[in-house]
């Protein structure tokens, strides 16, 4: 019998690891687990096919078993070499290598023969209708569909048409193959699925050799089948597929791989589609697939998202059966959690005003020890200059400062980090009637880690030296929309842009060791959040990005 403890202690199993066990534990395919991941080549991957890659790999390696990386290119006028490296790039940066590469139009010469082995069989047939018109004699849900008016030539016949397509002697849309199955089934997709049809259109890998290419649903199951899957993983979405994925199998008398499917992942504030993600970036509302307002694996990579942050937030929002809207806090929480531990801390500045500590030496300098991360002593320590002359946040500073605000204001005595106390004494505007330059006196007895005063003060503030600060452009970045639930909006997603997704601070100050920074380094500015070299950064004036704020800003706003 097992102790409490060793129940308490049991790791809890989803559904698809149970599935898995049970199937072991019944020596079901050969007590081996071989999973797949099956993008479309078609567009950059995003932060949903983060969780199927993270599932399909992780349970490979969980059970000894392996994982293919199978590009599903049977759409050729949609797919490009560069969304093909893309997508091995985003799968490398998360930490997962594949068993096998493959690639549908690996098995188009196989597929093509079980397609004649299905006309011969009378279960295929050679369809002249429109697209239009065979949707609509599809019928819907409850009522059924008609029947089409070539479902009965002989295979003969069928044989014949299905050639003259492969030949190239047929224009799209002129003719296509479909599966004889059942017209009044209650499952659509049963209703005699089209299987070929022409696309005269160059392949990224089989060039010109073809002009008829398979459906998703002929080309998927047949793959899985082909390489033997033990455990083909699937969105719910594809539910519905499921019983022609059986169908397919099954009459061709293959491999007997199982498709199962899983919730996809939906993220609050956040679109994850394709087609939409094309949309906003061929309208311009973003610079680009890697634009770090994105949820594509570039884009999030770009903004200094961790591949370990990415990986711990598919963990725990889990594997469910229903789909659901996940919150992106819990992402953004992830990459804190992460990069709290690895991140050096550093100063910096976005929205700098001048503090003049008037009773410090003109013309003197010193350097201060700084603690580069204080979650980690092995990081050690740098030094930072310090002066007469430094920057401060503007929102650190108010003329008359409200009663709890423990910043600098008139008469109020703050620390400055790794430095001295200093108290305001003044302050000067310019003819705008804006704060221009901010007076102080230090108490030079007060140096952190020598103070012998016994002073203590309620705030701490940020600064950098003007004379040693390097100039830089700091891209404080947002979420993209403004909506929480973007699946329940009856208007265009476009129409709930956040405005303030970005936010350029083309003059922010910061330490000389940023300066030397090289792109991709992430870092914490101490007390306004996590940030990374942006990879177009430039040696004379450094382009930063916000990766997250230290807090959820939003969780304050929505209150």
Not at 429 to 446: F, H, L, Q, R, S
Request: net charge negative; with cysteine; proline share 5%.
């Amino acid at each position: 019998m097992s102790s409490e403890k060793e129940i308490k202690e049991r790791p809890v199993l989803n559904f698809i690891e149970q599935m898995i066990e049970q199937d072991l534990a019944e020596g079901k395919h050969d007590g081996k687990v071989l999973t797949r991941f099956p993008p479309h080549p078609n567009g950059y991957l995003h932060i949903g096919h983060a969780k199927s890659i993270c599932l399909n790999f992780g349970l490979a390696q969980k059970y000894n078993g392996k994982c293919n990386l199978r590009f599903d290119d049977t759409n050729p006028e949609k797919e490009d070499i560069e969304y093909i490296n893309s997508i091995k790039e985003d799968i490398k940066w998360l930490g997962f290598d594949w068993d096998n590469e493959f690639y549908a139009s690996d098995y188009f010469d196989q597929l093509y023969e079980y397609a004649v082995q299905l006309i011969k069989a009378g279960k295929a047939y050679i369809d002249e209708n429109s697209a239009e018109q065979i949707s609509k004699e599809r019928g819907t849900p409850t009522s059924p569909g008609k029947l089409s008016e070539y479902r009965d030539r002989s295979a003969e016949e069928n044989l014949s048409l299905f050639e003259a397509m492969k030949n190239g002697e047929v224009e799209e849309g002129k003719r296509v193959l479909r599966a004889k199955i059942d017209m009044a089934s209650p499952i659509m997709q049963m209703r005699d699925p089209v299987i070929y049809r022409v696309k005269k259109a160059v392949h990224h890998r089989t060039g010109d050799k073809w002009c008829i290419y398979p459906t998703y649903d002929f080309a998927h199951g047949q793959s899985d089948a082909f390489e033997k899957i033990t455990h083909s993983l699937c969105t719910l979405e594809f539910a519905s597929h499921r019983p022609l994925y059986d169908w397919f199998i099954s009459e061709l008398d293959l491999y007997p791989s199982k498709q199962t499917e899983f919730a996809r992942l939906n993220l609050s504030y956040t679109v994850v589609s394709k087609r939409k993600l094309k949309e906003l970036v061929e309208d311009g509302h973003v610079e680009g697939w890697d634009d770090p307002r994105m949820p594509t694996l570039a884009a999030i990579r770009r903004r200094g998202y961790t591949a370990a942050s990415i990986r711990n937030f598919a963990t725990k929002i889990g594997v469910a059966k229903r789909d659901g809207v996940s919150d992106v806090a819990l992402l953004e929480h992830s990459v804190r959690e992460d990069l709290n531990k690895k991140a050096s801390r550093v100063l910096g500045v976005l929205d700098p005003i001048k503090l003049i500590i008037t009773n410090y030496p003109e013309g003197q300098s010193e350097m201060l020890p700084a603690v580069n991360n204080p979650e980690d002593e092995s990081a050690g320590k740098r030094e930072i200059p310090f002066g007469r002359e430094l920057y401060i946040e503007r929102d650190d500073f108010m003329e008359e400062p409200p009663k709890k605000f423990f910043r600098l204001g008139p008469e109020k005595e703050v620390r400055l980090k790794y430095a001295y106390i200093v108290k305001c004494t003044g302050f000067k505007k310019n003819e705008a009637g804006a704060i221009e330059e901010v007076y102080a006196e230090y108490d030079p007895e007060t140096k952190s880690g020598h103070d012998t005063t016994g002073k203590k003060v309620k705030g701490t503030l940020g600064w950098v030296s003007s004379e040693h600060a390097v100039e830089a452009e700091v891209r404080l970045y947002d979420r993209l929309f403004a909506t929480e639930n973007l699946n329940d909006i009856d208007d265009d997603f476009k129409n709930h842009l956040n405005p303030n997704s970005l936010t350029i601070k083309a003059n922010a100050k910061v330490e000389p060791s940023v300066g030397s920074m090289k792109p991709n380094t992430q870092f914490q500015f101490e007390r306004l959040g996590y940030f990374i070299i942006d990879k177009e950064s430039a040696p004379d004036k450094p382009r930063i990005n916000r990766t997250v704020s230290l807090r959820d800003n939003w969780a304050k706003q929505n209150k």
